[in-house]
């Protein structure tokens, strides 16, 4: 299928009636000017899920599932962006268009979907391969007995066996040396001189030798969110090192991302409205098989942003599983920085220590599930296993051993979006520290109220451009004002933590609200767009966006930042959830922040002009200039 070009996406959210599409999976009534109903997408009993026909937007305030009519389809039903556009549009009875490109570009991506499609066709055959071989396989059924697992449970799975041969797959494609082969990760490739080949280097190399990467292994097929097979990890039979085995990165499996389990447990995690997160394949199956059905784990890798934003798409609380040896602790720490970025108030994440003689897997077979559910309970909350870990070690009763303890949570906590959650940590944190908060926050660079610390570093743009004439945003030009000049050139590139958080709120505003971009000054909007990193990637996009697009709903915003790439991105600054708030009502947050950041910058500025002499009346008259307009900013703070 082609690109489907952006304008007929907008139309087709224009003419979907988003209630429609979601009350044929959920139950919904009146409220006001929404529609409320009970999640789809965790377990509930009072509905917080809203579904609001003029944003042609839904989202749950109790998990965080928001999105379009189409993202609706792609999280509910499982279909693909293209699948959900095709069905959207039948039903809007709009022809599907095709995307204008040229010849070239459009056999390129027919080509790519084909190449996809045989990968998945190759790895497919590989799996109906091991399966079969499984069933004529003794040592491997008693092996699979022996560590509890049910035929059921194998099939469901689809567990299977790669014979002990270096060239097995071999009986099932005998042209063992098509470039599928290396290019799905199924076979190993040699060159000359003995090197592994990577399957993206295989194509262009000379390979000298072949053989199958999985060998007398019980075999786990890896599925993606659609349940297409992706992937495979093997696990030895008896001793023998490495344990388990994954694919390699490939053109359809990137380990950073997938989750093993995660389709078979997708619905699971909906009802229960949390995902317990483990180290191994077999963990996953036996507690499935014991009725936990909610877990899933990494794929040989240590837990990454990516697999928890992913796993924040189905549920609003993630219960991480490790050992309570020294390795489990490390690799909770891990997970615990990947999990900070995502964190808001209404998502939780927490971390479950078993006994030491025991995994998932030898708990949930010799103590029952709900002994398991039991120590899921239990798991100790982010807040806790964060504070132990920045006292671990310590002497907290010395001056010493506290000043430690801050150094560690500084970029921890720098790290945690601007919620009500951070500054209940941050009030533990200075209760565990006996450290008053204020002062706490001083030593920790972070911001106090809307206030922002002595910068260490700046960001680009023009100060002092007040709010009368000019300062305004374009005016109410022909696009509704949206129209913007370019930003000057940055004379500093980076910013101080104070300012990235601010940035980050306003930004969040602004993509939830994206009309209220034309009441901030030039200076503001400057200093925005040449923010370096996601806010002013999100900033320049949108700048963009509204030139052509005066007024935007939050559906075509969301479907045209996915189009872009961007949307992760957005997501992770958690706009949605200032959808139901009007606009007028945070427009105080927002020129409290963006003044926050021009304050900040004006300071650097200075900072500069006064390393540099003040020599020449330029300089000294920009000083000045810059001390009146810090005055106003410092009288209107206090007020917002």
Known sequence: ?????????????????????????????????????????????????????????????????????????????????????????????????????????????????????????????????????????????????????????????????????????????????????????????????????EPAQAANASVTRRYDRLRDRITFPIRN??????????????????????????????????????????????????????????????????????????????????????????????VF??????????????????ALPALSDERSVKFLFLPAEHDPDSFVRELGADAFEREIARARPLSVFLLDHVGEGLALDTAEGRAQAIARSRDLLASIPECALKGQILHDLAQRLRTPADELRAALALQGGRRAAAPAGGTAGTAGGGRSGSGHAGGGGAQGGFSRPKPAEPRMQRLSRPQVDHAHTAMRILLAHPALWRDISAAQHDLLVAHPARVGELARWLESYLDEHAEPTPSSVWEALRAEGLLEAAEALSPAELLERDASELQPDLRGALESIEMAWIKQRQQALAAEGLADPASRLEYQALSLRLRELMRSLPRL
């Not at 989202?59 to 293209?82: N, Q, T, V």
């Not at 994954?246 to 950073?256: A, Y």
Request: charged fraction near 25%; include cysteine.
């Open 1 to 197: 299928m082609s690109l489907i070009p952006q304008d007929f996406i907008e139309e087709l959210l224009g003419r979907v009636d988003i209630v429609e599409v979601v009350g044929r999976a959920v139950q919904l009534k009146k409220a006001g000017t929404n529609y409320k109903g009970l999640c789809p997408f965790h377990s509930e009993k009072s509905a917080s899920f809203t579904v609001s026909p003029s944003k042609q937007f839904y989202h749950c305030f109790g998990c965080g599932a928001h999105g379009s009519a189409i993202g609706f389809l792609m999280e509910h039903s499982g279909m693909s962006f293209p699948d959900a556009v095709r069905e959207l549009a039948r039903d809007a009875g709009m022809e599907l268009p095709r995307q204008e490109a040229d010849e070239g570009e459009q056999r390129r991506a027919a080509e790519q979907r084909s190449h996809r499609a045989r990968l998945r066709e190759v790895l497919q055959q590989a799996e109906a391969f091991y399966r079969e071989r499984l069933r004529g396989s003794t040592r491997a059924i008693d092996y699979l007995k022996g560590r509890g697992l049910s035929g059921r449970s194998a099939a469901r799975y689809g567990l299977g066996y790669a014979p002990d041969d270096w060239q097995g797959l071999a009986k099932v494609f005998p042209n063992y040396e098509a470039e599928l082969l290396l290019q799905s990760g199924l076979v190993v490739a040699r060159d000359a001189q003995g090197q592994t080949l």
């Open 225 to 318: 969110a659609q349940g297409e097979i992706i992937g495979f990890g093997g696990r030895v039979l008896d001793r023998g090192e490495p344990k388990y085995i994954n694919s390699p990165e490939t053109e359809l499996f990137h380990k950073g991302e997938e989750l093993y389990g995660l389709f078979e447990a997708r619905q699971a995690i909906q009802r229960h409205g949390q995902v317990l997160v483990v180290e191994g394949y077999l963990d996953v199956i036996a507690l499935a098989q014991h009725g936990v059905e909610h877990a899933v784990a990494t794929l040989g890798t240590a837990c990454t942003p990516e697999h928890v934003r992913k796993l924040f798409r189905y549920c609003a609380q993630i």
């Open 321 to 338: 599983s490790f050992d309570g040896d020294t390795a489990g602790r490390r690799a909770a720490a891990r997970a615990m920085q990947a």
